[in-house]
T-cell receptor
Framework: GAVVSQHPSRVICKSGTSVKIECRSL??????MFWYRQFPKQSLMLMAT?????????EQGVEKDKFLINHASLTLSTLTVTSAHPEDSSFYIC????????????FGQGTRLTVV | DAKTTQPPSMDCAEGRAANLPCNHS???????VYWYRQIHSQGPQYIIH???NNETNEMASLIITEDRKSSTLILPHATLRDTAVYYC?????????????FGTGTLLAVQP
């Protein structure tokens, strides 16, 4: 199966700082990637759709200025959590479809963010 | 995407078949049924999908009722490593948004 890789897998940062999470499709191209957030014992919540070469589309209630998304190439999307606060501590997961094949989504292993 | 309903949790004995139900009574004609699972602290993993015929792959079988209002994911011989949250999602492949919206899923606990 196709591989989606996230980096880092875990990160701890101080309140007020920014953190960048990378999502890479290792063996396929993806024009669209998706970012999710998951709090403990809850389901995945879609945050935004990342579109290569254009602006991301954010779900209702997600602050676009706080969660900056860049999709500069067909294999890389980044999520930057700006001015992080403890309530941003969560599990962040990205996913992608193979370009031209929208049957199954491939997910990264997730990034555990802890803001102290 | 249509809404799905799943039991919050289920137990299964190791080596036995695990049958996970899903109701999707408002599914529309062009929506497929997808199943994913999420093992603790990992990203979700695709399992199987189908439209109206039963499907089988190396991981599981998917049984869809004739009226398509419900389906069952079958893990034929559950192992401890199958303990995970299983999500049933209905969507149109290649649809305009391609978004996968996750419900609450079923926590399957495989017991030794």
């Amino acid at each position: 199966g196709a591989v989606v890789s996230q980096h880092p897998s875990r990160v701890i940062c101080k309140s007020g700082t920014s953190v960048k999470i990378e999502c890479r499709s290792l063996d396929f191209q993806a024009t669209t990637m998706f970012w999710y957030r998951q709090f403990p014992k809850q389901s995945l919540m879609l945050m935004a759709t990342s579109n290569e070469g254009s602006k991301a589309t954010y779900e209702q209630g997600v602050e676009k200025d706080k969660f900056l998304i860049n999709h500069a190439s067909l294999t890389l999307s980044t999520l930057t959590v700006t001015s992080a606060h403890p309530e941003d501590s969560s599990f962040y997961i990205c996913s992608a479809y193979k370009q031209g094949m929208n049957t199954e989504a491939f997910f990264g292993q997730g990034t555990r963010l802890t803001v102290v | 995407d249509a809404k799905t309903t799943q039991p919050p949790s289920m137990d299964c004995a190791e080596g036995r078949a695990a049958n996970l139900p899903c109701n999707h009574s408002t599914i529309s004609g062009n929506e497929y049924v997808y199943w994913y699972r999420q093992i603790h602290s990992q990203g979700p993993q695709y399992i199987i999908h189908g439209l109206k015929n039963n499907e089988t792959n190396e991981m599981a079988s998917l049984i869809i009722t004739e009226d398509r209002k419900s389906s069952t994911l079958i893990l034929p011989h559950a192992t401890l490593r199958d303990t995970a949250v299983y999500y049933c999602i209905v969507r149109v492949p290649g649809g305009a948004t391609n978004k996968l919206i996750f419900g609450t899923g079923t926590l399957l606990a495989v017991q030794p």
